[in-house]
């Protein structure tokens, strides 16, 4: 018998579970920081400010030349073929490598800056602009990835290639949750109201890939069954389940006295859990005691369940109770052509959201542990797909750079990192890769990314891979 | 097949033929007897001649009969010879494609030598220098060495000089490559002096293995690997300091630096042991930015193993296995095989005793579940502890065994491996059928097909000899993974993907290795270098596939999978439709003379519509001359020039010029006798023109325009029209691939032209062709002056409309008053709607658009016809519609649909002059518009190509044939019968065929793509070029075999292999014990963890190999273990001492997997529906769950509808999985979703299990139904139908205390529903039932679905 360190944690871990009722990842820290003894997330990292994510991703790839990375010049060079000189022979996508020309289009939308950062925005994101004093702007993303599933799929598990565990399954391995009534781990869906087809998505995105599934994200869908299964049958009262519950315990209880499994008394627990989950669950998702002026803040949708709004609104429930992991998807954002009309009803669907979000956790002073991130997987071409027309233009997939924003617990609020070229289409200054983004974020949570690790066919993954920096002058 | 064919043929054409002759000479052969009986009757005086004449026409009557009869004979005959020729063509065929796959493959294997030569060679060239680079290292170590000796031997210690010699075969330690222990032994040779001291150290570290406590493999080679290889390891690119750590050439070697990482037994003198327990931080191993720090624990274990000696072993699992020495035991009593003497040594050795055997309830439990996937029955347990006989669990093991269950069961854990799912995965995620596959992988199990053969079939089944349908559908396993399909993807990006996925798998499922470590870079721990990664990618790189081919159904390559009914019916079809062609063939006197006749008649008349040009003149554009031969034909001759126009002027007798003819004709002075001047007796004719030079010489000559022409043979690519249209150099040629012939030709004017008397005729041949010198030999042109020949004329189209309408159905459906009658002055819909003339009319051929929305538009035009014939139309409409001639409907179209030109194929009947042509085009929305075509028509009964034949009088085969065919199908009711029932079979063919299922497979291209090493992985950075090889550091190839997929799989199941026995053998054990022997089933490399019990895993593989690679009979020898059967109660010392139950001192116990919890619930409470095969089903699954995340309507699988019936009860394994979004049900208990292979599940226990169980439709339908079957099946009172369901669930009865529990809750939840009885028929509702008692069966359903959650019933204990 000769059990590897981690393989021993492991298994005191899944016995931890249902048993403990705080610090659950406390065994998975231990890793991290090398000593058992300092199971507890406070002593992870000299100070880590964020306790909890709400990841708001943009599906599809928002295009940062019309909402944030503003490029006056393009202005007078309307129309141009894009210059060899800046485009370089990099691949594009099936969708343009065939185009004989690369016209520049510039942006629709009138830009200005806001707030005291001056930090540039477009007339787009009005109340995203009220908030620009709150936001830490990085507009030198870049991934190498040119279409959706790898794109998508790397943001949410540092690789390309599906198989790998999404960004909040680590983190519900590696820091576990606070909350004994709720998933570590939530997901909240909505559909935007471009008019194309949105592109899909994948369970895989916030699944465990080889983590244990537990970590696997739990889907909050709007409707009757907020959580799969949730809802007895109709005809069985809370009182019939309890009763039914307590004779299952009674009789797990002996089958535990005769084979002294520990998984039986797991089983108990979780069975508990299942049973709180039935009133926690309904509860977290239940707005009718927020008041008209809070719902108002997130806007007309936010009364309607499965829009962006409402899972704003969600989200900002689920933070309070300590759920570590808020993971939204807004679906839509695939402008390829028609790009004017359909970013506009993209945008409407998330502005005022995304900023009441960011406002209703200031003012709760959740904002200072929370941290809020908000982007896609790629941006979008300075060149036309299509046909360029006087009001018309849409634009194929660009992942050499592009926008996204954070707020929030620990980011360095009011700051425009990092530059483009003129046109938007290179960074000439800072960039920040996909892994330095996640090693930012783990970094925030008090994590070392390249601490966070799992064995897995012989070798050690991590989120980052071999990859990934802090990017220090993100943080405050 | 052939035998098929005779008797196809008596069955089907012997009888319709016979009945054919004998009803074609006189309709009713009955009706003169008849008469000449009658005639008897009245006049008995007559009797006399009458009964002679009777008796002649008896004896004529038999002689028919006789004719009729041997003419059946000869057809026979003639049909079998026909059949004999086939078979002696298919067989020269087939014997030349042998010799020219032959001649193929020996190309190919010249070229693959050639190339691994080359290889060979640049290898060659790498060694000779590394052996160089060596010798020098050595050197310099042995000036060191000498230094350092002389210094010491100055200082005078007694330090003795190592021996000077050691054995060769001391370095031959099994794991060690072999071109290094030969490049070591040349190496010693040159320099024995240099190398002596690392050779000592070598040899006294082997020796060490004998004495020291320390295993090398168990305790020293994970934390090397672990904390060491990554910069001193097997990847060359990555390794620090010149260090390697994974050879003992490198561990106990000579740095550069002089240092030496380890020398046995004197950790001072080890530069290793310094180096990890160095105080500066510098200089400590491993450094601090690795962020592996080597415990307390491992550096004490490092420095024991140095002062033991160092021992050094090779990798346990590069060694193949040999059957082991059976242990010596204590406990001689316990064992029952030889499982147990290696399970029970350990137990001694750590001072354990087994635990008695599990209650004989438990037992069978765990074996059926184990066995098949669901639970033993109350009367399987019964029986079994009815048997008191010797051998009664073995027999039970024995039924489950054959059990069909135990297929379904062991290929459902197969599929994991296989990352087996009904859709393509990646972006679009679209559906696809690889069925056939699962269906064949349950087949196999059940056979238990031997292991090898199972391999084989599945890496390279195609390639076998012959293979069988099964072997190809069996290669599907190659094909399962996923393929891609979106817009943007660069296809060689992800076709990349698919082949490194395969070796993936078959890393991970044959040899136990993550190969796949080694894509981007030599793999860090084990000895797979980046180069052999992409060795083992070109076996999987020549499928002739495309990188994005996932967009609907199978990607190519893919066959048809017919059933054994599909393929019995085709194969009928297919004798019969072969028999058809053969019986054309074959004569059928009675028609055949009848045929003669028509041929007469028809010759005739064609003959007579011609006037032969006489008295003509000829000229030819350059040199040469023409000779007017008595037959009024005309030949050239001299010069024959490239290019050139025959220009030919004759007087015209007729006074009417409706068509021309052009015989061209063979003459012995031409090439091989003509009818062309080309060397191969061809002709090309480019332009045929016509005009007419009046009387009144200055009037202008008047050119004849062709509405179309025939000929009676036009060579491919040179069809007679080139001849009349735009192009120059298009154009007619008749040699083909026949032999020379003569050829006649038929221009149709496009108008009748009337000419005054005394007019010339003037006919240029123009000859522009590229090919040069292919003029007319001889020829002959004659005129007709029949005007019925002339196309048909068309008026100018009128339309009416839009009549608007709710939808497209009822606009098509609506008579509007154009309908009834065509009247073009009238007005419809008060004065709204009426006939409309176009202007410019609509262009025959070409798009037009209506306007109007939903709605009917007509559109009406006439048709004059100089006789009566057929003409065919081609038409396109978007979307409905219909068309009437002459007020009868022709053509009746409601279709919904896009415009493409020519989509229908309408054929009409003309009368002679005016036909009325009425269209109605219906748009159901959107896109509106149609298009109108002449394709075809033919001026006389006989279409003009067929006529042409007719006039010929020295037919050829084809012409022969051509003719006859066409005769028989107007004239020969026998024939039509025929044909009619030939058509219908082709139709149903079509239809059969597109019907059949198809499953993708593997298959080789005959012209292999070049593999190369992709630098970091990456699909377009392509470095050297590789062939297919396996690595190095396992054994060679078996020799004989390819270096291709075969050879591949034959190289995993060769018994010198030392992985894949050892690795399909531990996933067996796991499947029973929940773990492995090694538990890392996935990783028996360097990181991967050591067997628990070595001897045994390399007894149960040798055991595998020498039993044939039996599957069942190791299923069978473990279950029947004593180990298996022990029972599974542990204690708390026995949880605390060995929690995972790895030393095997309990029986196992565990939560069962997703789909056997699935199964049980549905078996136990009656629903399981077992159909064993077929395509997936779609149980109940909350809705919205594609939807959510799923693309678009536009692809397959986007939209969830479930299934109804049966299809909701079947096994989970047949569950659609889509990769997407797979059933939440079987994710929430850690099925993987399909995306990669996976051996090895997660086993978790959470509160969303918990919910599933209690609130899934699906279990609280299982939960009904159990209820009901309480209530029917369970006894009287509560108690036996309380204690009915638990033992259905847990195969035990319920002990009282357990019973009470149960009864409590019934009696509450009873009393409840009698109080709440609109709850209790609401949860009884979805499973309709509301009759009395609705209380107690609501209340047996909740203690149903409490039995259904209990732990011990979703687990095996």
């Known amino acids: 018998m000769n059990l590897t360190h981690n393989e021993a944690l492991q298994l005191t871990r899944r016995q931890f579970f249902g048993l403990s009722s705080a610090g659950i990842g406390a065994a998975a820290l231990s890793t991290l920081v090398n000593s058992p003894a300092a199971a507890s997330t406070r002593q992870v990292h000299a100070a880590p400010r964020a306790k909890r994510v709400i990841y708001l991703f943009q599906s599809g790839g928002p295009s940062q030349l019309d909402l944030f990375d503003y490029k006056p010049q393009l202005r007078s060079r309307q129309g141009d073929d894009l210059p060899d000189s800046i485009r370089m022979g990099q691949r594009l996508t099936g969708m343009t490598s065939g185009q004989d020309a690369f016209p520049v289009a510039s942006t629709q939308f009138k830009f200005a800056q806001h707030g005291e950062s001056g930090i540039w925005m477009s007339e787009l994101m009005p109340h995203t602009a009220s908030i620009a004093d709150d936001l830490c702007m990085v507009k030198t993303i870049n991934t190498e990835a040119i279409n959706h599933d790898p794109a998508i799929t790397y943001f949410q598990t540092g690789h390309q290639q599906p198989g790998r565990p999404s960004l909040g399954a680590w983190l519900s391995y590696g820091l576990g949750t606070e909350n004994r009534d709720l998933p570590c781990f939530i997901v909240l869906i909505s559909q935007g109201s471009s008019k194309r087809d949105s592109q899909a998505l994948f369970q895989r995105l916030w699944g465990a890939g080889f983590l244990p599934s537990e970590h696997q994200?739990?889907?909050?869908?709007?409707?009757?069954?907020?959580?799969?299964?949730?809802?007895?049958?109709?005809?069985?009262?809370?009182?019939?389940?309890?009763?039914?519950?307590?004779?299952?315990?009674?009789?797990?209880?002996?089958?535990?006295?005769?084979?002294?499994?520990?998984?039986?008394?797991?089983?108990?627990?979780?069975?508990?859990?299942?049973?709180?989950?039935?009133?926690?669950?309904?509860?977290?998702?239940?707005?009718?005691?927020?008041?008209?002026?809070?719902?108002?803040?997130?806007?007309?949708?936010?009364?309607?369940?499965?829009?962006?709004?409402?899972?704003?609104?969600?989200?900002?429930?689920?933070?309070?109770?300590?759920?570590?992991?808020?993971?939204?998807?807004?679906?839509?954002?695939?402008?390829?052509?028609?790009?004017?009309?359909?970013?506009?009803?993209?945008?409407?669907?998330?502005?005022?959201?995304?900023?009441?979000?960011?406002?209703?956790?200031?003012?709760?002073?959740?904002?200072?542990?929370?941290?809020?991130?908000?982007?896609?997987?790629?941006?979008r071409t300075v060149y036309c797909q299509g046909q360029l027309t006087e009001d018309n233009y849409g634009r194929d997939h660009h992942g050499r750079c592009f926008s996204i924003w954070m707020a929030g617990a620990g980011v360095n609020a009011g700051l425009t990192y990092g530059e483009t070229d003129d046109f938007g289409y290179n960074i000439v200054k800072d960039p920040v890769h996909v892994h330095d983004l996640n090693a930012t974020i783990l970094h925030m949570l008090g994590v070392n990314h390249e601490k966070l690790t799992y064995r897995f066919q012989g070798r050690d993954f991590r989120l980052t891979d071999v990859h990934g920096q802090v990017i220090r002058p993100l943080i405050a | 097949m052939q035998r098929l064919y005779v008797f196809a043929i008596i069955a089907l054409t012997v009888p319709q033929g016979a009945q054919f002759a004998a009803a074609v000479d006189d309709p009713d052969p009955t009706g003169p007897v008849l008469s000449l009986l009658r005639e008897l009757q009245a006049k008995p005086d007559e009797l006399e001649s009458v009964a002679a004449q009777l008796q002649d026409r008896l004896s004529k009557l038999k002689a028919d009969a006789e004719s009729s009869r041997s003419m059946i004979e000869d057809t026979r005959h003639a049909l079998a010879d026909q059949t004999d020729a086939q078979t002696a063509f298919f067989a020269n065929v087939e014997k030349l494609e042998r010799a020219l796959a032959t001649a193929k493959d020996s190309l190919a294997s010249s070229e693959t030598a050639a190339l691994e030569a080359q290889n060979a060679l640049t290898e060659l060239e790498a060694a000779r220098t590394s052996i160089a680079q060596q010798i020098a290292t050595h050197e310099t170590t042995l000036r060191l060495v000498a230094a350092a000796r002389d210094k010491r031997s100055k200082e005078a210690t007694s330090a003795t000089p190592p021996p000077s010699d050691v054995p060769v075969d001391v370095l031959a330690a099994p794991s060690k490559p072999v071109g290094f222990v030969a490049a070591l032994a040349s190496l010693k040779e040159n320099t024995t002096a240099t190398t002596a001291a690392t050779l000592d150290r070598i040899a006294a570290a082997q020796t060490a293995v004998e004495t020291s406590s320390i295993s090398f493999n168990r305790d020293i080679l994970p934390i090397l690997s672990n904390h060491c290889f990554a910069c001193h390891g097997p990847d060359a690119a990555t390794r620090e300091a010149g260090l390697l750590l994974h050879e003992p050439e490198g561990a106990y070697g000579h740095l550069e630096s002089g240092s030496v990482p380890v020398v046995p037994h004197d950790r001072d003198a080890s530069a290793l042991f310094n180096r990890i327990t160095a105080s500066d931080s510098n200089d400590r191993m491993p450094p601090a930015d690795f962020e592996k720090p080597l415990t307390a624990d491992a550096i004490a274990l490092l420095s024991r193993w140095i002062d033991e000696g160092a021992p050094w072993e090779g990798h346990w699992s590069f060694v193949p296995p040999k059957l082991p020495k059976l242990p010596e035991l204590a406990n001689a009593n316990w064992s029952r095989n030889d499982i147990d003497r290696f399970v029970l040594a350990r137990l001694e050795r750590e001072a354990l005793a087994p635990t008695p055997e599990a209650a004989p309830r438990s037992l069978i439990r765990r074996v059926t579940l184990d066995l098949t996937g669901l639970p033993p029955t109350p009367e399987e347990i019964n029986a079994f502890l009815m048997d008191n006989q010797p051998g009664a669990y073995e027999r039970v093991v024995d039924r489950l065994l054959d059990s069909p269950r135990y297929g379904e069961h062991k290929a459902r854990i197969w599929l994991d491996a296989a990352r087996y799912a009904d859709t393509n995965g990646y972006h679009i995620d679209n559906e696809?059928?690889?069925?056939?596959?699962?269906?064949?992988?349950?087949?196999?199990?059940?056979?238990?097909?031997?292991?090898?053969?199972?391999?084989?079939?599945?890496?390279?089944?195609?390639?076998?000899?012959?293979?069988?349908?099964?072997?190809?559908?069996?290669?599907?396993?190659?094909?399962?993974?996923?393929?891609?399909?979106?817009?943007?993807?660069?296809?060689?990006?992800?076709?990349?993907?698919?082949?490194?996925?395969?070796?993936?798998?078959?890393?991970?499922?044959?040899?136990?290795?993550?190969?796949?470590?080694?894509?981007?870079?030599?793999?860090?721990?084990?000895?797979?270098?980046?180069?052999?990664?992409?060795?083992?990618?070109?076996?999987?790189?020549?499928?002739?596939?495309?990188?994005?081919?996932?967009?609907?159904?199978?990607?190519?390559?893919?066959?048809?999978?017919?059933?054994?009914?599909?393929?019995?019916?085709?194969?009928?079809?297919?004798?019969?439709?072969?028999?058809?062609?053969?019986?054309?063939?074959?004569?059928?006197?009675?028609?055949?003379?009848?045929?003669?006749?028509?041929?007469?008649?028809?010759?005739?008349?064609?003959?007579?519509?011609?006037?032969?040009?006489?008295?003509?003149?000829?000229?030819?554009?350059?040199?040469?001359?023409?000779?007017?031969?008595?037959?009024?034909?005309?030949?050239?001759?001299?010069?024959?020039?490239?290019?050139?126009?025959?220009?030919?002027?004759?007087?015209?007798?007729?006074?009417?010029?409706?068509?021309?003819?052009?015989?061209?004709?063979?003459?012995?002075?031409?090439?091989?006798?003509?009818?062309?001047?080309?060397?191969?007796?061809?002709?090309?004719?480019?332009?045929?023109?016509?005009?007419?030079?009046?009387?009144?010489?200055?009037?202008?000559?008047?050119?004849?325009?062709?509405?179309?022409?025939?000929?009676?043979?036009?060579?491919?690519?040179?069809?007679?029209a080139g001849a009349i249209d735009e192009n120059v150099e298009s154009g007619w040629a008749g040699l083909g691939d026949n032999s020379p012939r003569k050829r006649m030709a038929v221009f149709i004017a496009r108008d009748p032209t009337h000419i005054e008397a005394g007019s010339q005729i003037r006919i240029r041949l123009k000859h522009n062709s590229k090919s040069a010198g292919h003029g007319i030999g001889r020829f002959r042109l004659s005129t007709s002056s029949d005007e019925s020949l002339a196309p048909s004329r068309f008026g100018n189209w009128y339309t009416n409309g839009p009549?608007?309408?709710?939808?497209?159905?009822?606009?098509?459906?609506?008579?509007?008053?154009?309908?009834?009658?065509?009247?073009?002055?009238?007005?419809?819909?008060?004065?709204?709607?009426?006939?409309?003339?176009?202007?410019?009319?609509?262009?025959?051929?070409?798009?037009?658009?209506?306007?109007?929305?939903?709605?009917?538009?007509?559109?009406?035009?006439?048709?004059?016809?100089?006789?009566?014939?057929?003409?065919?139309?081609?038409?396109?409409?978007?979307?409905?519609?219909?068309?009437?001639?002459?007020?009868?409907?022709?053509?009746?179209?409601?279709?919904?649909?896009?415009?493409?030109?020519?989509?229908?194929?309408?054929?009409?009947?003309?009368?002679?002059?005016?036909?009325?042509?009425?269209?109605?085009?219906?748009?159901?929305?959107?896109?509106?518009?149609?298009?109108?075509?002449?394709?075809?028509?033919?001026?006389?009964?006989?279409?003009?190509?067929?006529?042409?034949?007719?006039?010929?009088?020295?037919?050829?085969?084809?012409?022969?044939?051509?003719?006859?065919?066409?005769?028989?199908?107007?004239?020969?009711?026998?024939?039509?019968?025929?044909?009619?029932?030939?058509?219908?079979?082709?139709?149903?063919?079509?239809?059969?065929?597109?019907?059949?299922?198809?499953?993708?497979?593997?298959?080789?291209?005959?012209?292999?793509?070049?593999?190369?090493?992709?630098?970091?992985?990456?699909?377009?950075?392509?470095?050297?070029?590789?062939?297919?090889?396996?690595?190095?550091?396992?054994?060679?190839?078996?020799?004989?075999?390819?270096?291709?997929?075969?050879?591949?799989?034959?190289?995993?199941?060769?018994?010198?292999?030392?992985?894949?026995?050892?690795?399909?053998?531990?996933?067996?054990?796991?499947?029973?014990?929940?773990?492995?022997?090694?538990?890392?089933?996935?990783?028996?490399?360097?990181?991967?963890?050591?067997?628990?019990?070595?001897?045994?895993?390399?007894?149960?593989?040798?055991?595998?190999?020498?039993?044939?690679?039996?599957?069942?009979?190791?299923?069978?020898?473990?279950?029947?273990?004593?180990?298996?059967?022990?029972?599974?109660?542990?204690?708390?010392?026995?949880?605390?001492?060995?929690?995972?139950?790895?030393?095997?001192?309990?029986?196992?116990?565990?939560?069962?997997?997703?789909?056997?919890?699935?199964?049980?619930?549905?078996?136990?409470?009656?629903?399981?529906?077992?159909?064993?095969?077929?395509?997936?089903?779609?149980?109940?699954?909350?809705?919205?769950?594609?939807?959510?995340?799923?693309?678009?309507?536009?692809?397959?699988?986007?939209?969830?509808?479930?299934?109804?019936?049966?299809?909701?009860?079947?096994?989970?394994?047949?569950?659609?999985?889509?990769?997407?979004?797979?059933?939440?049900?079987?994710?929430?208990?850690?099925?993987?979703?399909?995306?990669?292979?996976?051996?090895?599940?997660?086993?978790?226990?959470?509160?969303?299990?918990?919910?599933?169980?209690?609130?899934?439709?699906?279990?609280?339908?299982?939960?009904?139904?159990?209820?009901?079957?309480?209530?029917?099946?369970?006894?009287?009172?509560?108690?036996?139908?309380?204690?009915?369901?638990?033992?259905?669930?847990?195969?035990?009865?319920?002990?009282?205390?357990?019973?009470?529990?149960?009864?409590?809750?019934?009696?509450a939840q009873r009393s409840e529903f009698m109080i709440t009885p609109d709850a209790a028929l609401t949860l009884l509702a979805e499973c309709d039932s509301t009759r009395e008692g609705a209380a107690e069966l609501a209340a047996y359903s909740v203690i149903a679905n409490l039995i259904l959650n209990l732990d011990e019933t979703l687990t095996k204990g």
């Open chain 2, 803 to 1307: 009549y608007r309408a709710v939808d497209g159905k009822t606009a098509y459906d609506t008579t509007y008053e154009p309908e009834t009658g065509i009247d073009l002055q009238a007005t419809y819909e008060d004065g709204r709607m009426k006939w409309v003339e176009t202007t410019p009319g609509y262009e025959d051929g070409k798009v037009h658009r209506l306007s109007g929305d939903i709605a009917a538009t007509y559109l009406y035009r006439t048709i004059n016809s100089p006789n009566s014939r057929t003409m065919q139309l081609a038409l396109g409409s978007n979307d409905a519609i219909k068309v009437w001639l002459n007020g009868e409907v022709v053509h009746d179209n409601n279709v919904e649909r896009g415009f493409t030109l020519d989509q229908d194929q309408v054929s009409i009947r003309l009368i002679e002059g005016e036909n009325a042509l009425l269209m109605k085009v219906v748009n159901y929305g959107n896109d509106y518009a149609f298009s109108f075509r002449k394709a075809s028509e033919q001026s006389s009964e006989i279409p003009l190509n067929t006529e042409l034949i007719l006039a010929s009088t020295d037919r050829d085969e084809s012409e022969t044939r051509k003719l006859r065919n066409y005769y028989r199908e107007r004239y020969s009711p026998v024939w039509q019968r025929i044909i009619a029932k030939r058509d219908e079979l082709r139709e149903r063919e079509k239809q059969i065929v597109a019907k059949i299922p198809t499953t993708m497979v593997m298959k080789e291209m005959s012209d292999p793509r070049d593999t190369h090493v992709l630098v970091r992985g990456q699909y377009d950075q392509k470095d050297k070029r590789v062939n297919p090889a396996t690595p190095n550091a396992l054994p060679p190839m078996p020799d004989g075999s390819n270096a291709n997929r075969l050879g591949l799989a034959q190289w995993l199941v060769d018994p010198a292999h030392p992985l894949t026995a050892r690795v399909i053998t531990n996933r067996y054990w796991q499947h029973h014990f929940g773990t492995g022997i090694v538990k890392t089933v996935e990783d028996f490399g360097a990181q991967g963890e050591r067997p628990t019990h070595p001897a045994l895993l390399d007894w149960l593989a040798t055991e595998f190999i020498d039993s044939g690679w039996d599957t069942k009979h190791i299923h069978r020898l473990i279950v029947t273990s004593a180990t298996y059967r022990q029972s599974s109660q542990s204690t708390f010392d026995l949880n605390d001492r060995d929690p995972e139950n790895r030393l095997l001192a309990r029986g196992p116990r565990f939560r069962m997997d997703a789909e056997v919890i699935r199964d049980s619930s549905l078996f136990v409470s009656g629903l399981l529906v077992e159909r064993q095969g077929g395509p997936s089903v779609r149980p109940y699954q909350p809705p919205g769950i594609w939807k959510e995340v799923a693309y678009g309507a536009n692809f397959t699988a986007q939209v969830f509808e479930p299934d109804v019936g049966d299809n909701l009860h079947r096994r989970s394994m047949y569950t659609f999985w889509k990769r997407q979004a797979p059933p939440p049900n079987m994710m929430l208990f850690d099925a993987p979703n399909r995306e990669t292979c996976v051996v090895r599940r997660e086993r978790t226990n959470t509160p969303l299990q918990a919910l599933a169980l209690m609130n899934d439709p699906q279990f609280v339908e299982a939960a009904h139904a159990l209820a009901h079957r309480m209530v029917e099946d369970g006894g009287e009172n509560v108690r036996d139908r309380i204690a009915y369901a638990f033992e259905l669930a847990t195969s035990r009865p319920p002990r009282d205390r357990e019973w009470r529990i149960l009864l409590d809750v019934f009696e």
């Open chain 1, 217 to 379: 994200g739990v889907n909050f869908r709007a409707g009757k069954d907020p959580v799969l299964y949730l809802n007895n049958p109709d005809g069985i009262s809370t009182d019939a389940r309890r009763r039914m519950l307590d004779g299952l315990a009674e009789l797990n209880q002996i089958q535990h006295d005769e084979f002294e499994d520990p998984e039986i008394h797991t089983r108990i627990q979780q069975y508990e859990m299942a049973y709180r989950m039935q009133t926690s669950v309904p509860d977290a998702m239940d707005i009718s005691s927020e008041p008209d002026d809070i719902v108002d803040l997130y806007g007309p949708d936010a009364r309607t369940p499965g829009t962006f709004a409402a899972n704003c609104l969600l989200a900002r429930r689920l933070a309070e109770r300590d759920v570590r992991f808020i993971q939204l998807y807004h679906r839509g954002w695939d402008q390829h052509g028609d790009l004017p009309r359909d970013l506009r009803l993209q945008s409407g669907d998330v502005d005022q959201a995304s900023a009441a979000l960011v406002k209703d956790l200031k003012q709760r002073g959740m904002l200072d542990d929370t941290l809020v991130v908000w982007g896609g997987e790629f941006g």
């Open chain 2, 432 to 720: 696809r059928h690889m069925w056939p596959w699962r269906d064949w992988a349950i087949r196999s199990f059940n056979t238990n097909m031997s292991f090898d053969r199972f391999t084989v079939s599945q890496l390279a089944g195609d390639l076998l000899p012959e293979p069988t349908q099964d072997d190809l559908i069996a290669t599907g396993f190659n094909r399962n993974h996923m393929i891609n399909f979106e817009g943007g993807a660069i296809p060689e990006e992800y076709h990349t993907q698919y082949v490194v996925d395969r070796v993936n798998t078959t890393g991970t499922v044959w040899m136990g290795l993550t190969v796949g470590c080694a894509q981007c870079h030599d793999h860090k721990y084990d000895p797979i270098s980046q180069r052999e990664f992409y060795q083992l990618y070109s076996f999987y790189y020549n499928v002739p596939e495309s990188g994005l081919d996932g967009n609907d159904g199978n990607a190519k390559p893919f066959i048809q999978v017919p059933s054994h009914d599909e393929e019995v019916e085709l194969n009928g079809i297919r004798a019969y439709l072969g028999l058809a062609d053969l019986a054309a063939a074959v004569p059928m006197p009675t028609i055949d003379a009848a045929q003669d006749e028509w041929e007469a008649k028809w010759s005739k008349s064609f003959d007579n519509r011609w006037s032969v040009l006489s008295s003509a003149s000829v000229t030819g554009s350059d040199g040469e001359t023409f000779t007017t031969l008595e037959d009024h034909s005309i030949l050239a001759g001299d010069e024959n020039p490239a290019q050139t126009t025959y220009e030919v002027t004759a007087p015209l007798a007729d006074s009417v010029v409706s068509a021309l003819r052009l015989e061209v004709l063979r003459d012995e002075s031409l090439p091989k006798g003509g009818p062309g001047r080309a060397e191969n007796a061809n002709f090309v004719l480019t332009d045929f023109e016509v005009e007419i030079l009046r009387a009144s010489t200055d009037a202008e000559p008047l050119s004849i325009e062709f509405a179309s022409a025939a000929a009676d043979f036009s060579q491919k690519n040179y069809e007679i």
